[in-house]
């Protein structure tokens, strides 16, 4: 740790009377890391979707980001209990990727950038701790040095304890335009901090490089601070984030093993980061420069840079041939993809899209899933494969009055209780044993054996064995959509 002795917040001239100074009690508990789960990384498309977005998804190292920035936030004493703000339709994603880790869960209804979900956060926490010290961490980033960032998180939390809110800012590598920029200021006393003089937007390539010259840094989104002064700035900079905040908190229900924020009271907080809200305005702002490697992996390109490279400086993954080809991304876990003749390229392939496109450009995949959405492409969104608590379904082929499925179920899952208004539906098991639930009736139903659906029955499917269910749903009707689902019972909570 490079603190070495406490000081004293002074607000920067001519701010002392409309600041009101933070409360003297310090909090020497372990720091509170809170980590966010809402991004929808439409940059990695076709990889990451809304269903699944990219901190959900192993793409570099040893399982997904979030998994990974959990990991580093356990198993040290610097840190206390983890809370994760995660989207209400990734709850289940969050179950199968905790792996027996144990944290707090709070479900946001709809997004609302970062503001709110920090302004959620430090309120939920400042009802046991007013002045506990929270770490808020992107899911989706990646760090090479673990001890080094808990050195650097212990340093920020010292200095935020006496008031100020720090954030974590990382040497530039190359003129980057796709990050915002932080222009230190004053040196902090003895803690190899700076005071914020401001942040700038996404820059030019020149404005970047002349940026880099003059010594500012990368703004990660990393911010450490205590929960009664961030609460305090939020009262005087975005009140309605903060009463909205509020409100989504004290009317939050609790289901199961999550907190789910009130879903009207959340709706009224402005949809913005915490960068506008509250680090712009903030006499308070403070910079540590990290001294450990990051990226926030924010594009296929972003993400070749933090890959493994062959001799040919190729990134390459799954089923991918090239030949004649340099300093590329290909990935395709699906299919035979051969590249041939061309550098510095961007290839991805999934079973229902194909990305192609220049490292260079690679951030422009954002306005293009943008696009996708205004023409109504549900590939803009939704994967093939869509998870569920009982495990996962595929579809394989869908048209006029009817679509085909591939179900599998996991050991001890049940799908809910339920009927379909506008289709019936044949099941034929090719793997396991379902236990088949149809009105009053239950059977069981092996490999190589089928069973009807009549429209309008009430039916259930449950895997009862020890191995994996897989089976083939063929859907007939007037209407297939995922919609057509009433349900009457369900062991995980749905609605």
């Known amino acids: 740790m490079n603190f070495v002795a406490p000081i004293t917040f002074a607000p920067p001239p001519g701010t002392e009377q409309r600041e009101r100074a933070p409360s003297a009690k310090r909090s020497n508990a372990p720091v509170t890391p809170v980590v966010l789960c809402g991004g929808a990384g439409a940059r990695l498309w076709p990889a990451s979707r809304t269903s699944r977005p990219k901190q959900f998804i192993s793409f570099v190292g040893d399982g997904s980001t979030f998994q990974s920035a ?51 956060a ?44 720090m954030t974590i800012g990382m040497a530039p590598t190359e003129p980057a335009t796709g990050f915002g920029y932080i222009k230190p200021g004053r040196q902090i006393e003895n803690t190899g901090a700076f005071a914020i003089d401001c942040f700038v937007e996404k820059p030019d390539a020149a404005l970047a490089q002349d940026y880099i010259g003059r010594g500012y840094l990368w703004n990660s989104g990393n911010f450490v601070f205590r929960a009664d002064v961030m609460i ?39 949809a913005t980061s915490i960068d506008y809200a509250v680090m712009e305005r903030t006499a308070r702002a403070a910079v540590l420069p990290a001294r450990y490697a990051w990226s926030d992996i924010g594009s296929w390109g972003a993400l070749w840079d933090a890959s493994p490279h062959d001799e040919n400086g190729n990134a390459l993954h799954g089923d991918v041939e090239t030949a004649g080809t340099r300093n590329s991304f290909v990935q395709s876990e699906h299919m035979l993809t051969a590249v041939v003749g061309v550098d510095d390229v961007i290839v991805v392939a999934e079973p229902d899209a194909v990305l192609v496109t220049t490292r260079s450009r690679s951030a422009e995949v954002k306005g293009l899933v943008a696009s996708l959405r205004k023409k109504g492409r549900v590939e803009a969104d939704e994967h093939l494969r869509t ?12 048209g006029a009055r009817f679509q085909v499925k591939r179900i599998n179920v996991k050991p001890g899952g049940r799908l809910s209780l339920q009927k379909h208004f506008h289709r019936a539906e044949h099941w034929v098991v090719v793997q396991g044993t379902a236990e088949v639930q149809v009105d009053e009736r239950v059977t069981i139903v092996s490999e190589n054996e089928a069973v009807y659906l009549p429209m309008g029955c009430v039916h259930r499917l449950t895997n009862p064995g020890k191995i994996p269910l897989e089976l083939i749903e063929v859907q007939i009707g007037s209407y297939t959509g995922e919609d057509d689902i009433v349900r009457l019972d369900d062991v995980y909570g749905r609605r």
């Open 70 to 120: 959990l990991r580093r936030v356990t198993h040290s004493p610097l840190f206390g209990r983890p809370l994760v703000l995660a989207s209400d339709e990734h709850r289940f994603l969050l179950a199968e990727q905790l792996a027996g880790i144990s944290v707090d869960i709070m479900l946001e209804p709809m997004r609302r950038d970062s503001a709110a979900a920090i302004a959620a």
């Open 387 to 398: 998870s569920r608590p009982w495990g996962w379904y595929q579809r394989i082929d869908i």
């Open 122 to 165: 430090a309120v939920h926490i400042a009802r046991q701790d007013p002045t506990a010290v929270l770490l808020t961490l992107a899911a989706d980033h990646v760090i090479d040095d673990e001890a080094a960032f808990r050195d650097c998180v212990d340093t920020a939390a010292e200095i935020a304890r006496d008031g100020y809110i």
């Open 232 to 270: 305090a700035e939020l009262e005087r900079f975005a009140p309605q984030i903060l009463a909205a905040a509020r409100a989504a908190v004290e009317r939050g229900q609790l289901d199961r093993d999550c907190v789910r924020l009130d879903a009207d009271a959340f709706r009224g907080a402005p």
